[in-house]
Every structure is written in structure tokens, then in C-alpha cells.
């Protein structure tokens, strides 16, 4: 089976040695990579030419974010499947062989969750796949707990789109990434739409990457709770069935509530209403979305419902 590795890249040269030389060392064999770069400034396009001819590189004429970027990317590839890679990794060298290997002995799986770890404290984990809570608000499953707690493969809502497998017509078949949300929470969109579509993720433990958290996103923290506060609400608006909606309203208004004390206390609430009105401004064309994605759902409310998470607020707290 064959597989693309898609690196995203916007001005990561300080990054990417470490994330493409891990790739060069991969014992899966069968792949190849394609860096798709968002408008570097920082000369990283000209150093991956120099110094990894092997690696094809897409070069955008602009900052397109982590959605559209990726779309242009899966466009792109003829492989039956894509492998999403962020900039500010370094994969284990058994990280796409585990992977792939799962995608050959789950065959009810579309996409696959990789085990990610801290950069920097390789025995703690970013996320072991993704779950989305009842409130909306997607989380990383085990964040900051010890990695040796997650070492069971089982099935998840979602991955995390750090570092994550799919079947490229699954991405097609869903039309890839929505653009509109530029960057923060796109992934949880695809995890819920393709769970709608009756898609299942496995995680795989074996599948092991080391992720330097938001070493992009962390330049502008301003940007970063603009665009996860407003996404947030897009996220469920857009794809939660009416009888859910209903359902949870009171956990999401409480939610909200604690997210607005919460930004708040950093003073960072301005930037929190914002996001909210801007959430509010796009509802038209949210709402064709949601007509779509409804139309397309093929499972019940209740297998839904089953999937997420109750403990909303704990989830959030722990990665505070």
C-alpha cells in the first residue's frame, strides 16, 4: 500500500531537519513526501530543495492555513493513502509502519490516530487521538498524562491532524478540510463529519511522534483563541444533529460561561467575544454547510450521542 507524507510548512526551517530527517528514517519504505509550504519567508522551500531532493515541494503563494493548505496538498497526491505530518515533529522510525500496518488489518477503519508525545518530555503525551465532548469543544485524549497509560490500540473519534493517516477517498469523499476555518479545530470538523458518514478511527500506540505543541500557533496568541473560539461554535452548529443541539444546550451555555471567566482572568476576553461574533457574521454560510452535512449523515442521533464525551469539563481543565 502506498502512502504520501504531507509535511505543512510555514516559516519552520528551525524545524524541519529534525521532522524530515526522522522521515528518511522511517522503516516503512513505501511512501513518498510532499512539504507543502505556505509562503515561507525564512528560506525554507530553497533549503528542502538543497537538501532533500527526494521531497517534493508545493510552494503556495501565501499563508492559506493548515485547511486549505492540506486540501491543495491531497489534491495532489495519486497515493490511496495520505499521511498529515505538522513541521515541529519527529517521528519515531516505526511511526508510518505502524500505521500502515494497522490500515491493513482494520479494514473497517478510514483513519488512523497517531500516539503523540511532548517534544520535550517524551514519556508524556499530546493526545492519543482526539474525543469531542458534549459541549463542542474537541480535546486531546490523555494530554500530559504518562504515554505508558494509552498503549492499548482501540478506536477513537478522531486523530489529532499533527499526525494522522487517512484513506485518500475519504478525504475526497468529504472534500477535504473545510477552509473556512483556517487553522485550530479543522480536524475535529473532518473527525465528526466522517463519523456522521459512518467512518471509524483506530489509534495506534505503536505509531509514535514527538510534537513540539503550537510551536507555530504560539507566535500569535492572539490569533490562536480567536480562531479556536469561533471555530468552536462553527463545529457544532455546523455538523451536531438537532436532537443534540437541543440536548446539550445547557452544557454548551455553561461551557461558554466558563470559557469567558477562564479568558478572562488572562485578559484575553475581548479577543473571546471577537471570535464569538465573528462565529455569529458567518452563520449563513455555516448553515448551507449544515444543510450538506445532514444530508449526507447515514448514522443515528443516538450511535452519535454514544460517542461523546461527558466529562466535558475535566477534559478541558486537564489541558489547562
Not at 498529515?84 to 517521528?91: A, K, M, S
Amino acid at each position: 500500500m502506498q502512502c504520501t507524507v504531507v509535511v505543512l510548512n510555514w516559516n519552520g526551517l528551525e524545524h524541519l531537519p529534525t521532522c524530515l530527517h526522522s522521515l528518511r528514517r522511517q522503516t516503512f519504505g513505501d511512501f513518498k513526501t510532499l512539504l507543502v509550504d505556505n509562503g515561507s519567508t525564512d528560506g525554507s522551500r530553497e533549503w528542502v530543495r538543497s537538501e532533500f531532493p527526494e521531497i517534493s515541494v508545493l510552494s503556495l503563494e501565501e499563508n492559506l492555513g493548515f485547511a486549505a493548505a492540506n486540501n491543495r496538498a491531497i489534491e495532489a497526491c495519486d497515493t490511496p493513502w495520505v499521511a498529515l505530518l505538522n513541521n515541529d515533529t519527529e517521528t519515531d522510525p516505526r511511526w508510518l509502519q505502524a500505521l500502515m500496518e494497522a490500515a491493513g488489518s482494520h479494514p473497517g477503519a478510514a483513519f488512523f490516530a497517531s500516539q503523540i508525545r511532548l517534544f520535550g518530555e517524551r514519556h508524556l503525551l499530546d493526545s492519543a487521538g482526539d474525543g469531542l465532548p458534549i459541549a463542542g469543544a474537541a480535546f486531546k485524549i490523555g494530554h500530559l498524562q504518562p504515554a505508558q497509560l494509552y498503549c492499548q490500540p482501540r478506536y477513537v473519534f478522531g486523530p489529532s491532524g499533527a499526525a494522522a493517516l487517512y484513506r485518500t477517498d475519504l478525504l475526497r469523499k468529504l472534500g477535504g478540510f473545510d477552509e473556512d476555518f483556517f487553522c485550530i479545530y479543522e480536524d475535529a470538523d473532518l473527525n465528526l463529519r466522517a463519523q456522521l458518514c459512518g467512518y471509524r478511527c483506530f489509534y495506534v500506540p505503536a505509531a509514535v511522534v514527538y510534537h513540539k505543541v503550537n510551536a507555530t500557533l504560539e507566535r500569535d496568541r492572539k490569533r490562536m483563541v480567536f480562531f479556536g473560539q469561533r471555530n468552536s461554535e462553527w463545529l457544532i452548529w455546523k455538523n451536531f444533529p438537532a436532537s443534540l443541539l437541543r440536548k446539550y444546550l445547557p452544557s454548551r451555555i455553561l461551557y461558554l460561561w466558563v470559557s469567558a471567566v477562564y479568558f478572562a482572568s488572562r485578559a484575553e476576553l475581548g479577543t473571546f467575544l471577537c471570535a464569538k461574533w465573528a462565529a455569529w457574521k458567518g452563520r449563513d454560510s455555516i448553515e448551507g454547510k449544515r444543510d450538506q452535512v445532514q444530508r449526507q449523515k447515514v448514522v443515528t442521533d443516538e450511535y452519535l450521542d454514544s460517542l461523546l464525551e461527558r466529562r466535558w469539563l475535566g477534559t478541558r481543565l486537564a489541558g489547562k
